[in-house]
């Protein structure tokens, strides 16, 4: 029989050998996607776009009792844009019972003429019947069809109601005379100029549109620096890899995308009884043959500066990525390599806390073969090595990448010292355990099918300076010496 002392060496090892081996894993789909090509909106596709026959753009903004202050600084960014104002729209969907949100709007219209406010009605008034109609006639709408909810006019009150009465009820009109793009946005989501043009560029080549995004207020306090830090390592340096020349299952990202309307029409407009809207309709363009380019300019929002702000907005996102990659993968056809292949997509995410424990305990090893004590045999010691050296790559990359784009919002080189100062390793990993909080308050989302009502995240105009006066976006054309949008 085993001594204790030799039971609870053979329990070490195994700890330690599942550990490594778990990270491993981790590293291993971080190597993949590092690995897949990226498809992006060049510089030449935008500078090449006749602006005689630019295609009609439609921006949704969903908004639930928003700050007046907040949505100002989004439609000065909107005013901005380089596109000619005939060739657009910009409608802000309200809940018609949002009464203070939809005075704000009807005060903001006064300072901004591009706006247009559709209040969205409860799922029983008769406008909805639009939708019902589409639904009933496309096979694609599969929770129309099929399960508990099949044919359940109850839609849950979230964003994607909102998006989905607008879609149906502007399409209804809009659609017959010309095919439009769809682009819409959070209420903090700061577009740069030229964000519609890219637009009109990149869907010559690709069929769905996804521009990058980044935190402008990321040295607000520390847990906006550590929710910024998710977008850095997300959307800034893994999420292009998604495009991977139409090969790897896509999600969106909610915001700064952009359809071709009669593309979304066909397959069936958005899911409504996911938490978040994102992964989904991605996966669904993905499965019916389409493809996603990325454009690098990116949106400019607010990440919460609270810890418990941002595990609210997380618990979200885990809940809506369990959600959309279960049942929906098979109600769409995808085969059981391509649902493998789907749930790589999330994997990054799930792994965050491997990376917080797999590090030191890698460390650990090597140190203790150092010191001549060590319980690890040599073929984990090399584990431990082939670990610790791949995460440490794969951080340098991060902040080589974090330097480059802290450059867009952060007007210092000290500044941007001063934010990777603050994101270093052990920072890092203390949120990447954090991480843990949210990923496992939205499984039991998922598992209690919860999720349906829109908590949102907290909005407090944070962006207020970056956008207006750093940036010389609140300056009259004269000052700019750029052209405005209504040109």
């Known amino acids: 029989m085993l001594s204790l002392a030799g039971m609870s060496e053979a329990v070490l090892l195994f700890l330690f050998f599942g550990v490594q081996g778990l990270y491993s894993l981790s590293m291993a789909v971080n190597i993949y996607f590092r690995t897949l090509p990226t498809n992006k909106v060049e510089q030449a596709d935008i500078d090449a776009v006749d602006r005689n026959n630019l295609p009609f753009i439609v921006l949704y903004y969903p908004v639930l009792r928003e700050l007046e202050a907040t949505m100002r600084t989004t439609f000065r960014t909107i005013a901005n844009i380089d596109y000619p104002k005939r060739r657009f729209r910009v409608v802000s969907i309200p809940n018609a019972d949002d009464r203070e949100t939809i005075a704000s709007l009807r005060r903001l219209k006064g300072e901004f003429s591009f706006l247009e406010v559709i209040e969205v009605p409860p799922t029983s008034d008769p406008r909805w019947s ?85 935190a402008g207020n990321l040295l607000d306090s520390m847990a906006a620096t550590w929710h910024a830090a998710d977008h850095m390592a997300w959307d800034g340096l ?13 999600w969106v990202l909610g915001k700064g995308l952009f359809f071709k309307a009669s593309d979304l029409v066909k397959l069936g407009g958005f899911h409504p009884w996911t938490t978040i809207e994102d992964p989904e309709v991605g996966m669904r363009f993905w499965i019916n043959g389409k493809r996603i380019g990325i454009i690098e300019n990116p949106l400019i929002e607010e990440v919460p500066t609270t810890i418990a702000h941002g595990i609210t907005q997380r618990k979200r996102w885990v809940c809506g990525f369990f959600q959309s990659l279960s049942s929906p993968l098979k109600a769409m056809g995808y085969s059981r390599w391509q649902r ?71 007007d210092t080189r000290l500044m941007r010292a001063w934010y990777i100062l603050r994101v270093n390793p052990v920072s890092i990993m203390i949120w990447w355990l954090i991480w843990c909080i949210p990923l496992w308050i939205g499984f039991q989302m998922f598992r209690k099918d919860g999720g349906l009502v829109w908590e949102r995240t907290v909005k407090i105009d944070a962006n207020h300076n970056l956008i207006r006066l750093d940036r010389g976006q609140d300056l009259p054309e004269q000052q700019t010496g750029l052209p405005t949008a209504a040109e």
Not at 141 to 152: K, L, S, V
């Open 238 to 250: 893994t999420y292009p890899h998604i495009s991977a020349d139409g090969k790897q299952p896509f």
């Open 130 to 214: 639009v939708v019902w109609h589409a639904w009933d006639n496309n096979p694609k709408a599969y929770w129309w069809h099929q399960g508990a909810r099949a044919r359940n006019r109850s839609l849950p009150p979230k964003k994607t109601r909102q998006l989905i009465y607008a879609f149906y009820n502007t399409a209804k009109y809009l659609l017959p005379k010309e095919d439009f793009l769809i682009n819409y946005i959070d209420a903090d989501s700061c577009p740069p100029r030229d964000h519609f043009i890219a637009g009109a560029a990149g869907i010559k080549k690709f069929d769905v549109l996804q521009a990058q995004n980044i």
């Open 340 to 410: 493998f292949r789907a749930w790589l997509n999330f994997l990054p995410c799930l792994s965050l806390s491997i990376n917080s424990i797999g590090f030191p305990v890698g460390v650990w090893a090597i140190w203790s073969v150092w010191r001549g004590d060590g319980i690890i045999p040599q073929a984990g010691v090399w584990l431990s090595w082939a670990n610790v050296t791949i995460l440490s790559l794969l951080l340098a990359s991060l902040y080589v990448s974090i330097w480059k784009r802290t450059r867009l919002v952060l």
